[in-house]
T-cell receptor, first 117, second 115 residues
Framework: EAQVTQNPRYLITVTGKKLTVTCSQN?????MSWYRQDPGLGLRQIYY???????DKGDVPEGYKVSRKEKRNFPLILESPSPNQTSLYFC????????????????FGPGTRLTVT | SQKIEQNSEALNIQEGKTATLTCNYT??????LQWYRQDPGRGPVFLLL?????KEKRKERLKVTFDTTLKQSLFHITASQPADSATYLC??????????????FGQGTILTVHP
C-alpha cells in the first residue's frame, strides 16, 4: 500500500530534550515536506526537500532541522524543544519533477501530536 | 508580506445545495493552486490542482476556478452531501525554479452539510 508513515504518532516530552520524528514514504517520491498545524494558524510549512541532499526552509523553520540522506526518509529533528513547538506535525511527499500531467499531489502522513512541557 | 485567506472560517449548507468556498491571496504570484480536504485527526487529502494559466477545472461534483486578476480561487461542491462535511484547505506554490516546493496553505474553511 502506498503510504507515508510517521513515528511516533504521539509524543510528550520536556523542554530541551532532543527528539526526532521520523517520516518514510514508499512511493519513490522526490519531494518531501514537513508541516505543523496549530488552531487558528492553519498548516505551515517547516522544511521541504526537492530531492536527496536538497533541503529548503519553509515559512517556520526556526528550531527545527531536517536531513534527506535517502529518498524515502525525511526525519524532523528538534534539537532543543520548547513549549511553543507543541503542535500537530504532518509529513508529506509528492512526485517531482514537473510533468505535463503532474498534479503535485501531496500525500500526507497520519500526523504526530507533540507536546512539550 | 504574502497572505492567503479563506474567507469563511465555517460554512453551513443544506444537503443538495452547492457549497462555494473562497481562497484569496495577496502579494503572491502562484504557479498553481491546490485544494485539499481534511477530516478531524487526519492528514489532508488532495482534491484538485489548477495552474496559473487555467480558468477552471472539474472533477466529478467538484469545480475549481482561478482568477489571477482578482487573485482568487473558488471551490464548488455541487449536490452536496453530509459526507462532504470536512475542513477544506487551499494551498499555493510560487512561480519560479525550485520554489515550486514552497507551499503555503490557507487556514481552512469548515464545511458542514446538514441533512
Amino acid at each position: 500500500e502506498a503510504q507515508v508513515t510517521q513515528n511516533p504518532r504521539y509524543l510528550i516530552t520536556v523542554t530541551g530534550k532532543k527528539l526526532t520524528v521520523t517520516c518514510s514514504q514508499n512511493m519513490n517520491h522526490e519531494y518531501m515536506s514537513w508541516y505543523r498545524q496549530d488552531p487558528g494558524l492553519g498548516l505551515r510549512q517547516i522544511y521541504y526537500s526537492m530531492n536527496v541532499e536538497v533541503t529548503d526552509k519553509g515559512d517556520v523553520p526556526e528550531g527545527y532541522k531536517v536531513s534527506r540522506k535517502e529518498k524515502r526518509n525525511f526525519p524532523l529533528i528538534l534539537e532543543s524543544p520548547s513549549p511553543n513547538q507543541t503542535s500537530l506535525y504532518f509529513c508529506a511527499s509528492s512526485l517531482y519533477p514537473e510533468g505535463a500531467g503532474n498534479s503535485y499531489e501531496q500525500y500526507f502522513g497520519p500526523g504526530t501530536r507533540l507536546t512539550v512541557t | 508580506s504574502q497572505k492567503i485567506e479563506q474567507n469563511s472560517e465555517a460554512l453551513n449548507i443544506q444537503e443538495g445545495k452547492t457549497a462555494t468556498l473562497t481562497c484569496n491571496y495577496t502579494n503572491y504570484s502562484p504557479a498553481y493552486l491546490q485544494w485539499y480536504r481534511q477530516d478531524p485527526g487526519r492528514g489532508p487529502v488532495f482534491l484538485l490542482l489548477i495552474r496559473e494559466n487555467e480558468k477552471e477545472k472539474r472533477k466529478e461534483r467538484l469545480k475549481v476556478t482561478f482568477d489571477t486578476t482578482l487573485k482568487q480561487s473558488l471551490f464548488h461542491i455541487t449536490a452536496s452531501q453530509p459526507a462532504d462535511s470536512a475542513t477544506y484547505l487551499c494551498a499555493l506554490a510560487p512561480a519560479g525554479g525550485t520554489s515550486y516546493g514552497k507551499l503555503t496553505f490557507g487556514q481552512g474553511t469548515i464545511l458542514t452539510v446538514h441533512p
